[in-house]
């Protein structure tokens, strides 16, 4: 009888650790998540680079920072800005600021791209309006981190959260040699930062 006592307390003790860890865990990936897009005012805060349109200031493969410049202080040519093609709303292209122009009546900007020779409006005939814009790079680029973003994208990426999740959880329940445990808990958290960025 005291054994199935002093049994079901060590589980309970180990259930509320991994329960303890997954919620931990889920509050950094949180404010990982949620802080970024308050602080810089967009919900895109972060964005992989693919194409080499943006060379040699910006190759693919590299992860910016984006912050939301109100539309209407654009004028900077020196400006790069992050929009939704005109063309295609799931396509999203970071290029500079070539010019200003009225378009339908609102402003609207033409842009390029560094190694481009001719405007976004001389090749394709758009120009990024209002209802385009993303936000304003920052000048903050991470080399290379950008090909991982690319390789798990939304939902790929939540999907492997909640399985990585999973498996703590499940770690700490099952009897591990302590040791094992320890370095396997590392390793998933490791690649838990790696993937939720």
Do not use: C
């Amino acid at each position: 009888m005291n054994k199935d006592f002093a049994s079901s307390q060590i589980d309970r003790k180990k259930l509320l650790k991994a329960v303890s860890y997954v919620a931990i865990i889920l509050i950094v990936m949180g404010a990982i998540f949620i802080v970024p897009r308050v602080a810089l005012g967009t919900n895109t805060p972060f964005l992989s680079v693919s194409g080499p349109s943006m060379e040699p200031t910006l190759n693919s493969g590299d992860y910016i920072i984006i912050y939301n410049k109100p539309f209407d202080e654009l004028v900077e040519v020196s400006d790069i800005i992050v929009f939704h093609r005109p063309s295609n709303y799931d396509d999203i292209i970071v290029h500079r600021i070539n010019d200003t122009t009225i378009h339908d009546g609102k402003r609207a900007i033409i842009t390029k791209g560094d190694a481009n020779s001719q405007t976004d409006f001389e090749y394709w005939g758009w120009v990024v309006t209002e209802e385009d814009y993303i936000g304003t790079y920052t000048g903050i680029r991470v080399p290379y981190l950008g090909y991982l973003a690319l390789l798990f994208p939304s939902p790929i990426n939540y999907l492997l959260l909640v399985v990585i999740l999973f498996v703590i959880f499940f770690i700490e329940l099952y009897p591990f040699e302590e040791e094992k445990k320890d370095t396997m808990k590392i390793y998933l958290i490791y690649h838990l930062n790696l993937t939720h960025r």
